[in-house]
């Protein structure tokens, strides 16, 4: 388990722990609801809602970490389904359809009221509805209108200029599967939804982003990152999966000023930072190990991924009179926002060059194939930017086929044959 | 088409002897580009299609030819520096291929329906190679982003986009599409659907034809004006009607879409006949007619696409499995699930489907291998499932 050097990153862990052994007990004691749904729905309206959520990604994570994910994947594959299928996606219905609360992380996941989808590929809403299927749960999904107008520089956009950022039938389509949503929430909950309590919670998530936006500033312009990579990750994904929560606006801030302290102090997360690397993609969940493999050696720091990157970008709304188009806005580009062409590709560009990096690893998830759409537009606008990209090819949750010595020199001959040789050239040239 | 598949697409070399339909639809079938070609030296705009639920009549109401794309080479040397190994469907990575590589630029528009989420996914890639290389010669894009989920929404999303697509093509050709043109676009592709239909009659329950030539005589269709389609089908359906059954078994084909005839040549020489396949390549290009008498044929149309037109995309369950539950139930002897090496998403369907034909007893065999290069080893496991298998 890779080190945690920032007293928050333990205050989230303890906090999720918590938060889900409390979530055990309302669901089985008090007959609670809760919904499980995937990483990119509007979360927002479940909280408002008082919906506890569990999302599908986190609980792969949490498999995946236990080791657990070749017993169920392999459970999947023996019920019919072939290896080829998605595994990210599919790990924790696979750890229902086994069927084996013994062994699952922390008990297992209990019947939730509600699953939910965003239809961004052609498998979520196969995989779901199996899932739903067996637990005899409701099945909601949200289909997803694709774009043709992506102009460029998103981002300067996003935040105050989103309703010309996306098209409007795009975001007029998108409130109306949100409001299929609110209804099936106001009838699991028998509460009514209050536009006003959206509102409120928006603008907590846009203060928590700022927080988030605040970090990421001090890592790009400290000299050596406080923090690593993988740290950021468990603070901000603890954070933005209850987002506008008093916790999670709390926990940003007691983020952003353990890092604040930090760059006071000069603290760095590794005093030998000699390399700043990038990560795109979704995390290894198996093996966070090998995210801090490369500082002994080559004083390689991983300092980015999305996780944190995204959170100002992607979620800050300003404008708020009309709160549901606002989340509409946030939810419909996601997936092209952080993975396919022309956005993602300018995107991460520009954030390789914010955060001062010397190369590039980008995940190509070989067990979840179609994840790796518009990964070669990414590697080559960065290699194009003068950024060396080393395509990792790996699986976020199934360890079967990674071989961690095997991985790890990979990337030192990467970093010594080419990202070294390459840095030494162009600083000879500068 | 595979490149194998294919032969000399020079659309003067197309067999003008009326006597033979059957030769000029295998013809069409196997040089998918040429009508295509010869419409656009004739100065008539054309707009190709990737799949099978954009509306071709709105296309040929607008006064353009419209064809479905389906020649290029999957192995074209540039695909790999845009295109992952392994996520996107040989068919999509060839169209990918012909259009970087200038080989669509015949086109006046390359219409992307959303049919399923690579072809969403291929217009967002064809986007980018134009913005970053406008000296490749990729013809403009245009995605019709139907969503096949079945609710309210959907369907008034999709019909909204339909009216933007027809504003769209009525802007390429410069001509207004008017009901009159919309009735005549209707009738002349209703006429090639009965054919087919027709066509699909003499494979079940009593097959005059093979599989692998049924499949061809279908996909010609997609190639050629759907006047001439019906009348060369037409033809072809007389002369076929004739003949004496086919002897083999009856075999069904489920899974992912087969634009190419590897999979039916294979199971037909193995003594079995291919009677259907769950497939808008084959059995259900046609589906039923637009209703001309409609009063908003325009709705009409959408609705043939929204509602009778296959989609991995097409949802719930019940709706998705309704034509393999009720064909694989009538007259079919076995089914063959065909999942090639790169499926991600039929495999989900495949435990369900499987399960719905043992609880019938109905043989099945599920295939991995790329039907376009059979392994041996492959072969004997088809021979040994069709030999297995009772007629019922
Ligand atoms: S395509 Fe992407 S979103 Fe869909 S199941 Fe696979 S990994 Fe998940």
């Known amino acids: 388990m890779a080190e945690k050097q920032l007293h928050c990153t333990l205050a989230a862990g303890e906090h999720q722990k918590a938060w889900f052994a409390q979530l055990r007990k309302d669901v089985f004691e008090k007959q609670r609801p809760y919904a499980i749904i995937q990483a990119d729905m509007p979360f927002e309206l479940f909280h408002v809602m008082e919906v506890p959520v569990v999302s599908n990604q986190y609980w792969a994570a949490i498999i995946s970490a236990k080791r657990l994910s070749g017993y169920y994947l392999d459970a999947l594959n023996s019920m019919g389904f072939h290896e080829g299928l998605c595994r990210y996606c599919s790990l924790a219905a696979a750890s229902t359809l086994a069927n084996d609360p013994e062994h699952a992380p922390w008990g297992g996941l209990p019947k939730p009221a509600l699953l939910s989808a965003r239809l961004t590929c052609d498998c979520l809403q196969r995989v779901f509805a199996i899932w739903a299927e067996a637990f005899g749960s409701e099945c909601l999904f949200i289909d997803n209108p694709g774009a043709a107008d992506l102009p460029p520089r998103w981002w300067e956009f996003s935040r105050y200029h989103w309703r010309e950022l996306f098209e409007e039938h795009r975001l007029k389509f998108t409130v109306t599967q949100f409001q299929n949503l609110i209804e099936a929430l106001e009838r699991v909950t028998g509460r009514q939804f209050q536009i006003d309590r959206l509102r409120d919670l928006m603008e907590r998530v846009n203060r928590q982003e700022e927080y988030f936006e605040e970090a990421l500033q001090m890592i790009c312009s400290a000299p050596r990152t406080p923090v690593r990579m993988h740290e950021q990750v468990a603070n901000v994904m603890a954070a933005q999966w209850k987002r506008g929560s008093d916790w999670a606006v709390e926990h940003a801030r007691t983020f952003r000023d353990e890092i604040r302290n930090r760059v006071r102090q000069g603290v760095a997360a590794c005093p030998g930072e000699r390399l700043r690397l990038m990560w795109v993609g979704a995390g290894i969940w198996h093996d966070t190990d090998f995210y801090t493999a490369f500082e002994e050696e080559f004083g390689a720091v991983f300092v980015w991924s999305m996780y944190l990157a995204f959170g100002p970008d992607g979620y800050i709304r300003y404008g708020l009179d009309d709160p549901l188009l606002a989340l509409a806005s946030r939810t419909v580009s996601m997936n092209e926002q952080l993975h396919n062409p022309p956005w993602a590709n300018e995107w991460i560009v520009h954030q390789a060059k914010l955060h001062r990096i010397d190369a590039a690893l980008v995940l190509t998830p070989m067990g979840t194939r179609p994840a790796a759409t518009g990964n070669r537009f990414i590697e080559r606008a960065l290699e194009q930017a003068g950024i060396p990209v080393l395509p990792v090819v790996a699986d976020m949750v199934d360890a079967r086929d990674w071989d961690p010595d095997a991985m790890r020199l990979k990337v030192s001959e990467f970093l010594r044959h080419r990202v070294l040789p390459h840095l030494n050239s162009a600083r000879r040239h500068s | ?392």
């Open chain 2, 1 to 392: 088409m595979r490149t194998s598949d294919m032969k000399n697409s020079d659309f003067t070399a197309k067999p003008r002897n009326t006597i033979a339909p059957i030769d000029r639809l295998i013809w069409h079938y196997e040089n998918p580009d040429a009508e295509a070609m010869a419409a656009a030296a004739g100065n008539v705009p054309v707009v190709g299609v990737t799949s099978n639920t954009a509306p071709w009549e709105l296309i040929r109401a607008a006064g353009a030819f419209p064809c479905v794309i389906n020649s290029g080479n999957p192995n074209y040397p540039d695909i790999g520096t845009f295109m992952e190994e392994g996520v996107f469907e040989e068919r999509i990575r060839a169209i990918f291929g012909a259009a970087i590589s200038g080989d669509l630029q015949h086109l006046s528009l390359l219409l992307i329906p959303r049919t399923s989420e690579q072809e969403y996914k291929l217009y967002l890639y064809l986007r980018e190679v134009a913005r970053q290389d406008p000296t490749r010669r990729i013809p403009p894009l245009y995605l019709y982003d139907m969503l096949h989920t079945r609710s309210p929404e959907s369907y008034s999303y999709g019909l909204e986009r339909t009216l933007c697509l027809k504003e769209r093509l009525e802007e390429l050709t410069g001509k207004r599409i008017d009901d009159a043109a919309l009735l005549y676009a209707v009738r002349e592709s209703n006429s090639a659907r009965k054919a087919i239909r027709k066509l699909l009659s003499l494979r079940n329950p009593v097959p005059r034809v093979t599989g692998t030539e049924a499949l061809t005589l279908i996909g010609a269709s997609f190639f050629i004006s759907r006047d001439e389609y019906a009348h060369l089908a037409g033809q072809a359906v007389e002369m076929i009607e004739g003949r004496a059954p086919v002897a083999g078994k009856r075999v069904m084909i489920a899974g992912s879409p087969l634009n190419h005839r590897g999979l039916h040549h294979a199971l037909e020489k193995h003594g079995a006949v291919v009677v259907a396949e769950d497939d808008w390549w084959g059995s259900r290009s046609a589906g039923m007619d637009i209703a001309d008498g409609s009063d908003d044929l325009l709705k009409a149309i959408f609705e043939k696409y929204y509602l009778d037109a296959p989609s991995p995309r097409v949802f719930p369950f019940e709706i998705a499995d309704a034509w393999f539950q009720e064909e694989s139930t009538h007259g079919i002897d076995g089914v063959v699930f065909y999942l090639p090496p790169e499926d991600c998403v039929v495999g989900w369907d495949y435990p369900r489907r499987r399960r719905f034909l043992d609880e019938r007893r109905i043989p099945h065999l599920l295939m991995r291998e790329d039907a376009g290069s059979i392994s041996e080893e492959c072969h004997e496991q088809i021979e040994r499932f069709v030999n297995n298998i009772c007629i019922r």
